[in-house]
T-cell receptor, first 113, second 114 residues
């Protein structure tokens, strides 16, 4: 029973263009969402998060959008750079109810020169 | 500031054996979470320790157990190893109960069970 779903295993984007990574969730108790980035042979690193009281959060080239009615969030990277090539994990948690963060399977992003 | 460190980085065990993985949390963090990442999957929550007590557990059998020490470092123990236990085991620390907080991950311990 996957509560956090990333349906695209991989995505290729031209350098300089926008990368859009998508994530869907099924648990309506989730109220905090995070994106992590992982390079090979390294642990995941936190990228950006959003609370369910917001619909957008921006940090430099990274913006996360949340559509609660659709239980969908997306990460936009613009402009995409070669160093953005990595695996991106969408994650979610239910504040105050559970201390576990649930991760999706990840999307491998390739930035093409 | 010292980050999260895990040991060993790689190890090979045979079915039925026991393994202990170790994690030193980031300076100032009192919460440690353990995750299992199988090939092609996202990290799956095993359990979390806060102030030396287990504070939440995922869908893992009792043969997965852990400890947290007064200095907030932690161990993950797995008994009666099975082939499906082969995975990358990630430790993450945080400064509060991790329900909404940012987790700081180590590089992981890759376990192969033959």
């Amino acid at each position: 029973d996957q509560q956090v779903k990333q349906n695209s295993p991989s995505l290729s984007v031209q350098e300089g263009r926008i990368s859009i990574l998508n994530c869907d969730y099924t648990n309506s108790m989730f109220d905090y969402f995070l994106w992590y980035k992982k390079y090979p042979a390294e642990g995941p690193t936190f990228l950006i998060s959003i609370s369910s009281i917001k619909d957008k959060n921006e940090d430099g080239r990274f913006t996360v959008f949340l559509n609660k009615s659709a239980k969908h969030l997306s990460l936009h990277i613009v402009p995409s750079q070669p160093g953005d090539s990595a695996v991106y994990f969408c994650a979610a948690s239910a504040q105050g109810r559970d201390d576990k963060i649930i991760f999706g399977k990840g999307t491998r992003l390739h930035i093409l020169p | 500031e010292t980050g999260v460190t895990q040991s060993p980085t790689h190890l090979i065990k045979t079915r039925g054996q026991q393994v202990t993985l170790r994690c030193s949390s980031q300076s100032g963090h009192n919460t440690v979470s353990w995750y299992q990442q199988a090939l092609g999957q996202g990290p799956q929550f095993i359990f979390q320790y806060y102030r030396e007590e287990e504070n939440g557990r995922g869908n893992f059998p009792p043969r997965f157990s852990g400890l947290q020490f007064p200095n907030y470092s932690s161990e993950l123990n797995v008994n009666a190893l099975e082939l499906d236990d082969s995975a990358l085991y990630l430790c993450a620390s945080s400064s509060a109960r991790a329900g909404t907080g940012e987790l700081f991950f180590g590089e992981g311990s890759r376990l192969t069970v033959l």
